[in-house]
């Protein structure tokens, strides 16, 4: 079956610090990949998606690359802010888990100043 | 416009007893999801509506859950006999189709079931 599998965390950064979070995932067929984000009290969110191979997803100053032959889509940020401070997840649909989201475990980054 | 709402936000139950939890999709929305999210873990899937029918209910843990979305909108997750081993946050996320999987899932904020 399809699973993802994030970085180990958490994360703690200081203010403008480049931030990654790898992911790695294992599906057959195409998936679509996503990165989700939970701020403090708030519901999930999406941050940015890539829908095929080589795909750049970005927002926010995040970007993700959808690479077919290391089956990665690692989260990237040049400079994060203390407001960047979160919980990060990365997921996938498509593929045999067709519509539904596959998430990995969750990346919690915290940004100091 | 108005997201995904769920109701109770928290809901406190004893062992053994019956719960529902309702979900408010965007409207619109034909596609309805449920995901359960445990402690310090990501959302697992449980069951998607593609309107008012079950399209894949593979995540369900067992017969003592259940979902129905009668008239295409509004959904409400049943629990039966709970166990606390049920306690975690139920999230309900919709989308503007099931299509192929790339359409965006938008989550309400969650019921957090706490099963003394």
């Known amino acids: 079956g399809n699973s993802v599998t994030q970085m180990e965390g958490p994360v703690t950064l200081s203010e403008e610090a480049f931030l990654t979070i790898n992911c790695t995932y294992t599906?057959?067929?195409?998936?679509?990949l996503f990165w989700y984000v939970q701020y403090p009290g708030e519901g999930l969110q999406l941050l940015l998606k890539a829908t095929k191979a080589d795909d750049k997803g970005s927002n926010k100053g995040f970007e993700a690359t959808y690479r077919k032959e290391t089956t990665s889509f690692h989260l990237e940020k040049g400079s994060v802010q203390v407001s960047d401070s979160a919980v990060y997840f990365c997921a996938l649909s498509g593929g045999t888990s067709y519509g539904k989201l596959t998430f990995g475990q969750g990346t919690i980054l915290t940004v100091h100043p | 416009g108005a997201g995904v709402s769920q109701t109770p936000s928290n809901k406190v139950t004893e062992k053994g007893k019956y719960v529902e939890l309702r979900c408010d999709p965007i409207s619109g929305h034909t596609a309805l999801y449920w995901y359960r999210q445990s402690l310090g873990q990501g959302p697992e899937f449980l069951i998607y509506?593609?309107?008012?029918?079950?399209?894949?209910d593979s995540g369900l843990p067992n017969d003592r859950f259940f979902a129905v979305r009668p008239e295409g909108s509004v959904s409400t997750l049943k629990i039966q006999r709970t166990e606390r081993g049920d306690s975690a946050v139920y999230l309900c996320?919709?989308?503007?189709?099931?299509?192929?999987?790339?359409?965006?899932?938008?989550f309400g904020p969650g019921t957090r079931l706490t099963v003394l």
């Open positions: 996320a919709s989308s503007l189709t099931l299509g192929s999987g790339t359409d965006t899932q938008y």
């Open positions: 599906a057959t067929g195409y998936p679509s």
């Open positions: 509506f593609q309107g008012t029918g079950a399209a894949d």
